[in-house]
């Protein structure tokens, strides 16, 4: 294995400026937001086309050395731009390869490169007069459509599911051979069901490239939402911790008849408003506590929140259409006494749930972002189990959950993103990546976490890079066998990202 | 980001305050994504973060700045992108300032580099003198080949010729009762270039029931020196200021200080901090920065007073970055131009600036032109008739790059509510005039303008604000 000699000839092929291995770069692409560490890689390159990332891909094959890809580069909470392990020569795809490539207003999709950002397909479709609209996260708006989805992240309205939203892909495997997959795979040039098109003849492979590391993921298909003329949010603030289990009954049948079509978020108090102020308690136990009930609640207070605030959206050709949904959704919600209703335009007021409404809205937005200042020094892990729509098994999942960030100091901020039958519970565990014992607490809580869902049935939806081998070594042998087999027909020397979501 | 000042380098308040901000910096990095000299070049130190931590280098080890950091300061836009996108509110605007304030202090520039700082801190902040630069330029253009480079960019980017100049010092009454008083600023380069940008705000403000006051003592708001890293001159600049406002403020009351140059306005709005050291003026300028205002901070879409008819015009709206990054003003200037009938669009990668940046464009021209050509595209991109700015600088720098014509904010609402139609439209074949009923047709109606948002929502679509009638 080589590195200087594949860097040798990856600059012969791409141009000298385009191989990068300057110290200052090789620092910040290793930087990431874990307990574990930084994993400095040993360079970065930016390859301008799928033929170019083909053919370092073969290079890769014939110096035995490990590439790890990257779109957009914002996988906060989950890695940043870190690769599993240290040394490997990152592919940052979306320098060079950022082209929206195609957009069809007649058939509502987009064919995107790696580089496209939630923020630059949503301008572009503003600018070409805002009759469609792209799902976004509440997560950073430079991050982008391919990244995203292939490592299975998600929006909040109706076409919230990015990957599953997603049709028709371009992958360079393992081998260095460009497949198409879906539609695209015939042998022609004029690939009219591609992007709209997900079942036709044959396996349906491009499920293989979601959380894997069996190809780089070159073009995306990706369907665009009519945007409705006018969006109209509802909140309820509820005040008790336990009243999770009233809201996920309540939430559950709006769903099921598809009555409300965005998801519902479900936030706690520390989830709202530690995207708002840093926590005010951090500095008296010097974060070796979770902050007190009381303040939580004096916090509720001053910020006009619940413990739980629900919120959710309708899409209607006006504002005042929407006025008989919105009564019977108060009405829903209401009926025990408990919630206190907030309308749209008090919601706007308040950055936390204007950031929900964005959400709901394909407009990325910043707001979420002050998550990471809750706590000082940087450290951000996402802990994603989720749980059937019953309101019981919720509120267990959440006293569990609570009581381990409790037991390590951590304060415990979550939002259930909540589905007809299934709510992803999006756990936060802010910490100061300065303290080497609040790392340590962090790492603890995390794997203390997992185990304890694990033990009730429950897997993650994303792993961040530092536990991705802790969760594959939980599965099931005959399908890591099974993973790690295909790793070896696509990628037999494991050139690409080896380690990636455990397998090798 | 942990930081290694002594305590004796910790007694300076200076250094105090850039290790506060420092030690704020944990290295996310979402600022990279949304700087526009990273973006350009991939080079970590042309990213705010790579800027940070050579800033911190510089002023832990002290001494004299090596080339290297101070060229990578020097492309820095000031542009404020970082700061809208940091998570943690790392205050990047005021590490720089006083990053700039260092260098300036303890590095030696090249001659010809001193040169050409001290032509254009001195040219651009005093009208008259502007008028003899630009006369002088202007006899320099024939034999600007024989120019040394520097030069030769400025002489390029000398207009070719000024409007005849116009002075707006005194009291100018409100129309009809008076609703406020307020104190414009009129600027230094603004006066020259482009005075009909504070008539149009004159004309503007007190046919809606404001008296104007201009106090003939203020006058540049130290920007461009502060900016290139001259504190001491910036200084002297608030300072004459602050004291003719606070004088009227004393005497007849303000409501408001208002600027039409949003560059100006953040600096404007940061007087308290710029003077925090000066005994006698702190207050005061505590008093005048708590009252500054852009000028479409002041008015709200429903007071404007609107005649029967609109001409819908498409309207490009450019967000400068003093009033996005810095103001945190998005949505009010499109929510008046829209409920002046106007058709407002949004331009893509709005987040970006156009290279003008105060003297960068003067500076540091070639990154300055990538800029300004990529914002002219994504300008013309929208198909509108016109593009407006609340900034005279991105005018300036924008109209190199495109023929449409460039506007300011206040010249299209001046003329919507009644004032002349602006010189910049006098070629433009307008749009029929269309009663104003029509032009504030139900959401999404198919051409209508979209609703204007609640000023400043977070965000423009969240309560409605597509034309998708067509597919809902
Ligand atoms: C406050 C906050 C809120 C967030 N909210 C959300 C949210 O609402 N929804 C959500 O989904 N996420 C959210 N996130 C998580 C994360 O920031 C986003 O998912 C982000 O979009 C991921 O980064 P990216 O899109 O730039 O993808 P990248 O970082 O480019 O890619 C992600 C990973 O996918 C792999 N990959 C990338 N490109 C390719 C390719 N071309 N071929 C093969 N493999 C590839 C790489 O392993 C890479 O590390 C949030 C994070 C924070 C901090
Ligand atoms: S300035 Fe903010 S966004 Fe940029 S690296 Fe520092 S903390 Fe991150
Ligand atoms: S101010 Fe603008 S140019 Fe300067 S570092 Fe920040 S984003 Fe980059």
Not at chain 2, 299 to 310: I, Y
């Amino acid at each position: 294995m080589s590195m200087d000699a594949f860097l040798n000839d990856a600059a012969g092929g791409l141009g000298a400026e385009h191989v990068n291995t300057a110290d200052e770069t090789l620092v910040r692409y290793g930087e990431n937001t874990m307990p574990g560490g930084d994993r400095r890689p040993a360079a970065v390159l930016y390859p301008g086309s799928t033929e170019e990332v083909a053919a370092l891909v073969r290079l890769a094959n014939l110096h035995r050395v490990a590439l790890f890809p990257t779109s957009t580069g914002n996988n906060m909470g989950l890695g940043t731009r870190s690769a599993p392990a240290a040394g490997m020569a990152v592919l940052d795809l979306g320098r060079r390869m950022n082209r929206i490539l195609e957009i069809d207003e007649k058939m509502g999709f987009a064919a995107v490169e790696p580089g496209v950002s939630f923020q630059m397909l949503a301008d572009e479709l503003k600018r070409r007069g805002g009759q469609w609209m792209n799902s976004t996260t509440s997560g950073p708006p430079q991050g982008g459509m391919i990244g995203n989805a292939l490592d299975k992240g998600a929006g909040y309205g109706p076409y919230f599911d990015h990957f599953g939203f997603s049709c028709g892909m371009e992958v360079v495997l393992g081998t260095g051979d460009v497949i198409r997959t879906g539609d695209g795979s015939i042998e022609a040039d004029n690939l009219v069901n591609w992007h709209v098109s997900k079942y036709s003849f044959g396996p349906i492979l491009d499920g293989l490239f979601a959380q894997s590391n069996y190809g780089i993921v070159t073009r995306l298909g990706v369907w665009l939402l009519p945007r409705p003329p006018a969006i109209r949010s509802f909140h309820f603030a509820f005040p008790d911790d336990s009243d999770l289990e009233e809201i996920v009954e309540l939430c559950r049948p709006m769903k099921m008849s598809n009555f409300v079509p965005t998801l519902f978020r479900v936030a706690n108090d520390l989830y709202l408003i530690g995207s708002e102020v840093p926590s005010p308690a951090y500095a008296a136990s010097g974060g070796r506590k979770s902050i007190s009930d009381d303040a939580r609640k004096a916090l509720q207070r001053e910020h006009g929140l619940g413990a739980w605030t629900v919120s959710g959206a309708f899409y209607g050709p006006s504002m005042e259409a929407m006025e008989p949904q919105v009564q019977r959704v108060v009405g829903h919600f209401c009926a025990s006494g408990k919630a206190t209703y907030i309308p749209h335009e008090e919601a706007m007021e308040k950055p936390a749930l204007a950031c929900a409404v964005a959400s709901f809205s394909g407009e990325p937005t910043n707001t979420e972002l002050g998550l990471l200042k809750w706590r000082p020094g940087g450290g951000n892990a996402w802990f994603t189990p989720g749980t059937p729509m019953d309101g019981r098994t919720a509120n267990e999942f959440q006293k569990l959950g609570r009581a381990i960030y409790e037991a390590n100091g951590l304060d415990y901020q979550v939002m259930n993103v909540a589905g007809p039958r299934f709510a992803r519970g999006l756990h936060v565990i802010s910490f100061n990546r300065e303290d080497p014992d609040e790392c340590a607490r962090a790492d603890a809580a995390y794997r203390a976490l997992a185990d304890a869902f694990y033990a009730r049935g429950v897997a993650v939806g994303r792993a961040p890079v530092d536990w991705q081998d802790f969760h594959m070594d939980k599965l099931m042998p005959s399908f890591r066998d099974a993973c790690a087999a295909i790793k070896r027909a696509l990628d037999p020397n494991g050139v690409i990202a080896p380690g990636r979501y455990g397998i090798y | 980001m942990k930081t290694a000042f002594t305590a004796a380098q910790l007694a300076e308040p200076e250094i105090a305050a850039a290790d506060g901000i420092l030690r704020t910096c944990v290295h996310y990095g979402f600022c990279t994504a949304v700087c526009p000299t990273y973006v350009l070049t991939r080079d970590e130190n042309e990213a705010p973060r790579g800027r940070i931590d050579l800033i911190r280098a510089m002023l832990e080890r002290g001494g004299r700045p090596d080339a290297k950091t101070v060229g990578h300061i020097d492309s820095c836009l000031s542009c404020n992108a970082c700061m809208t996108t940091c998570a943690v509110d790392v205050d990047y605007l005021h590490l720089a300032d006083i990053a700039r304030a260092y260098i300036e202090e303890n590095y030696r520039r090249p001659l010809s580099d001193q040169f050409v700082r001290r032509l254009v801190s001195r040219t651009v902040t005093d009208p008259a003198r502007f008028a003899r630069m630009t006369a002088l330029a202007r006899l320099a253009r024939p034999v600007r080949a024989l120019l040394p480079g520097r030069l030769r960019t400025l002489v390029d980017l000398a207009p070719a010729g000024l409007p005849p100049r116009r002075d707006f010092a005194g009291v100018h009454p409100a129309e009809g009762a008076r609703r406020m008083r307020v104190a414009l600023l009129q600027g230094c380069v603004q006066q020259a270039l482009a005075p009909e940008i504070n008539a149009a705000t004159v004309r503007l403000l007190t046919r809606h029931g404001i008296e104007v006051v201009v106090p003939p003592e203020a006058g540049c708001c130290g920007a461009f020196t502060l900016h290139m890293g001259k504190a001491d001159m910036a200084r002297a600049a608030a300072a004459r200021n602050v004291d003719a406002w606070h004088a009227e403020l004393d005497v007849g009351g303000l409501d408001a200080v208002i600027v039409n140059a949003s560059g100006c306005g953040t600096v404007v709005k940061d007087y308290a901090r710029l003077l925090a050291e000066d005994p006698a003026r702190r207050e005061k300028a505590a008093a005048v920065a708590a009252i500054a205002r852009d000028v479409t901070e002041l008015l709200a879409p429903d007071d404007l007073k609107l005649p029967e008819t609109a001409v819908p015009l498409t309207v490009a709206y450019h967000d400068a970055c003093s009033l996005q990054h810095a103001q945190k003003i998005r949505g009010r200037p499109r929510a008046l131009l829209r409920a002046a009938g106007f058709a407002v669009r949004d331009v893509p990668e709005g987040h970006f600036c156009c290279g003008s940046a105060g003297a960068y464009n003067m500076l540091q021209p070639e990154m300055a032109e990538a800029l300004g050509r990529r914002k002219a595209t994504h300008i013309e991109s929208t198909g509108a008739a016109a593009a407006a700015a609340g900034n005279l600088g991105c005018l300036a720098q924008l109209g190199r790059f495109t023929g449409l014509p460039m506007l300011h904010t206040v010249e299209l609402l001046d003329w919507a509510t009644g004032g002349p139609r602006p010189d910049a439209l006098r070629d433009v074949a307008l749009p029929e005039p269309v009663a104003r009923k029509q032009t504030v047709a139900p959401t999404g109606a198919p051409g209508a303008p979209p609703p204007a948002p609640p000023p400043d929502a977070p965000s423009d679509a969240s309560s409605g604000g597509s034309t998708g009638a067509a597919i809902w």
